[in-house]
């Protein structure tokens, strides 16, 4: 035999010289859930290690991701007042604008600050835009509350708005309310194909989320590729940055495709439930814990996603170095 393939799997130094995905530390995006009033963390249900913080833990996970040296962090707040408007998402002086402005104070420009504007953690009936009288979501009601909320968030310091309501022209109606307040810096993070999947259901507990019905009509359907493909061409025109695709391990093959019909950055976010799968099989001693978590960031990145967020971002980093 001529062709022997293993030989350039020999031994890890030589794995490590022709391996063809780096997942890097830097590429790694945290989601963080802050809570108001909490008078200590407050742990998440299906993710270990995971909490809602209060101020003075938020402020010590931070120290950790900038330790670890992580990309950066996508802040939620959870306020304790709700109502049908979900008014506290434009306070300035409200649960997520504090924390952004938190943040940014105590780590500068060394960590990309992205902060969620959408309107479920705000709304009473935990639905991404208010309602109209007949019970849909009125998208275009909905897009002058993000405009607003996007004005205050970037007030407050935030490098990036993550755009996740999936209402039609919510990039265009961010951008332009950014450039008419002189934030024409601050980028937008486009939940461009975010889809109405199954496994959102532990972060629906993190943002104690009281969904009436369902998102089926502003959410993609899990079944459809091309409808996404249509989404992500319209973000892109109206101004997105970068362009997210919602989950990430069930909808590689939709993270494929967006990194080749535009020529932005693609990030995927490995939601909760994906998360909580692998976490559930590794305490039963089904999975090898450590190589599963590398193993879906790669898959992920290897797909075309070069941003990956992540709930295992700051230990991950420490895998990865170790490798």
């Avoid at 022709?18 to 742990?43: C, D, H, I, M, Y």
């Avoid at 889809?195 to 899990?222: H, I, K, N």
Wanted: proline share 4%.
């Amino acid at each position: 035999m001529i062709q022997r393939p293993r030989r350039l799997r020999a031994n890890a130094a030589i794995r490590n010289l022709v391996s063809e995905t780096q997942v890097r530390a830097e590429q790694l995006v945290l989601p963080l859930f802050v809570r108001e009033g909490l008078e200590s963390p407050k742990p998440i249900k299906g993710l270990p290690g995971v909490v809602q913080h209060t101020k003075e833990s938020l402020h010590a996970e931070i120290d950790r991701a900038l330790a670890a040296g992580i990309g950066g962090v996508m802040v939620f707040g959870i306020p304790n007042h709700r109502d049908a408007d979900g008014s506290e998402s434009c306070n300035p002086n409200g649960v997520l604008a504090e924390a952004v402005r938190a943040i940014r104070e105590q780590a500068g420009d060394r960590l990309v600050v992205i902060a969620d504007l959408c309107l479920d953690e705000f709304t009473s009936h935990g639905h991404c835009g208010v309602l109209s009288p007949d019970g849909s979501v009125d998208n275009d009601r909905t897009l002058e509350i993000y405009a607003q909320m996007a004005v205050v968030l970037a007030e407050a310091g935030a490098h990036m708005l993550g755009a996740s309501g999936m209402m039609d022209g919510q990039v265009g109606a961010v951008r332009t309310a950014l450039d008419a307040a002189n934030f024409k810096d601050v980028s937008i993070l486009a939940y461009a194909a975010k889809y109405a999947s199954a496994f959102y259901g532990p972060f629906r507990d993190a943002v104690e989320s009281a969904l009436e019905g369902d998102r089926f009509t502003y959410q993609q359907d899990p079944r459809n590729i091309r409808e996404s493909m249509r989404e992500i061409k319209l973000d892109a025109e109206e101004g997105a940055d970068i362009i997210m695709v919602k989950p990430a391990l069930g909808y590689l093959d939709v993270v494929r495709e967006a990194s080749q019909i535009v020529d932005l950055p693609i990030a995927s976010y490995i939601v909760s439930g994906e998360t909580a799968m692998i976490e559930a099989a590794a305490a039963q001693d089904l999975i090898d814990r450590e190589r599963a978590i590398l193993e879906a960031l790669a898959s992920v990145h290897r797909a075309g996603a070069k941003i990956i967020c992540t709930y295992w971002a700051i230990e991950a980093s420490v895998l990865l170095s170790n490798r």
